[in-house]
């Protein structure tokens, strides 16, 4: 159990993981204070004299019952913002990235298969000892005699 548990944070994606949070939360951190420090201080000028921002307080005299817009504008503003640069500095690098890796997979020249390099060695030997070279899978009568047109014979 403790070694499942060790090769899970070995695995190197539980370090990326930690990462990623650590940047995430200092980031959200100096978002929301751009957020607040700026944004929130300009919608509160729109607001008027007696208005605290985008408010309104239910009750009157009661700070608690006060409904905060400008809180919810604020916190909008901030999620598009942190949403916005995510995707930007990381999702979209990201993604060129995973597209170049496939290309260059795709454009390269694929490893011979394990059947393909065994017939390559038949045909090797059988050049050898002078015999026709086999296209494709040998039948049974083509591998044992030697006998054929060069094809695979088709059964019936």
Do not use: C, H, W
Not at 4 to 28: E, P, Q
Not at 43 to 67: D, F, H, P, R, Y
Not at 95 to 109: A, V
Request: hydrophobic share 45%; proline share 3%.
């Amino acid at each position: 159990m403790l070694k499942g548990f060790k090769d899970f944070l070995m695995r190197g994606n539980i370090i990326d993981l930690a990462v990623a949070v650590v940047v995430g939360s200092a980031f959200t951190a100096l978002v929301t204070a751009f957020t607040t420090s700026i944004i929130k201080p300009l919608i509160a000028a729109t607001g008027g004299g007696n208005v605290t921002g985008l408010s309104i307080e239910i009750v009157a005299g009661n700070k608690a019952s006060t409904i905060d817009f400008a809180a919810v504008i604020n916190a909008v503003i901030t999620f598009l913002i942190t949403a916005a640069v995510v995707y930007f500095l990381f999702v979209v690098p990201m993604n060129k990235i995973s597209e170049r890796r496939k290309k260059g997979k795709e454009d390269g020249q694929s490893e011979p298969t394990d059947v393909e390099l065994l017939m390559e060695i038949r045909n090797l030997l059988r050049a050898e000892q002078g015999l026709p070279r086999i296209e494709g899978l040998a039948t049974d009568e083509e591998a044992t005699t030697g006998t054929g047109n060069g094809k695979a014979a088709s059964r019936n």
